[in-house]
């Protein structure tokens, strides 16, 4: 865990960093008990505000941010004012982001900022920092090179799923394009998240970008690696029919636009 004042706003804005990684030996399980009370703040209120509709279950976040055998590291940065006081606390927004290490790969799951600091700047700022975060943790170097396969979903614009509205999700994507983003070309699904829950056909991928741009290419069979670990760690399985076809269609270089 990690707390960084923001001084690009007047220190109104800290941001409490959560989760286990092995490369830097943050595995203070007196920390992770104390933080659960701040994630379930979280998770309850600006998390399940925005993504109600694809809900993770916070027992998944919170076995995924002990375990440190887990198939993949989860950091969930959270940002607000006084987030270690319940009484005083103010939630603004936050990210939660995910290492793949078997691909290299890394993803941001969710992204969201509270309507008031909207337009201020910090959604690009947690986004940012969730991608270099992942970079400088071994994103994009399982291959020897140094650009970045950090992906992230967002809704199809043109073919919303249910309960999603095409116009807003226009407006989405146009937004993570102004901050570097690209689409990647290529199929996609996600994953189940959790019992009960259905996998998501009504995504697109992107490639994130951080400080560093978003990559204009990525190799298929890095793509593939990372979205068959991607399922395999979330579902628990092995690949099945629908998987195996979505990896077939991925082509041998695939073009993010």
Known sequence: MTAVPDDDHGGDVEIVRLGRHRDDGDDDDGDLDRDDELL?????????????????????????????????QLTVQIAGRALRDPSRRVLHGGVAYEWYPRSGCGLATYLV????????????????????????RGAGR???????????EIADPSAPGPGED????????????????????????????GPGLARDRHLRLLALAGTAPAPATIA????????????????????????EALLAAIPATVVTR
């Not at 291959?143 to 992906?151: E, I, K, N, R």
């Not at 999700?169 to 394009?177: E, N, V």
Request: avoid cysteine.
């Open 113 to 136: 900022v509270t309507s008031p600091w909207r337009g201020r700047g910090l959604g690009r700022r947690l986004l940012t920092g969730a991608v270099d975060d992942l970079r400088a």
């Open 40 to 72: 379930a703040a979280f998770h309850a209120g600006p998390y399940l505000d925005a993504f109600a509709h694809q809900r993770e279950p916070l027992a998944v976040w919170q076995r995924r941010l002990r375990d440190p055998d887990a198939p993949y």
């Open 220 to 243: 298929g069979p890095r793509l593939a690696a990372f979205v068959r670990e991607l399922f395999v760690a979330n579902e628990g399985a092995p690949p099945d029919d629908e998987l």
């Open 142 to 152: 399982a291959d020897g090179g140094d650009g970045a396969p950090v992906f992230g």
């Open 166 to 193: 095409a116009a807003a999700a226009a407006a989405r994507l146009a937004r993570f394009r102004r901050w570097g983003a690209r689409v990647v070309d290529a199929p996609y699904a996600q994953p189940s998240l």
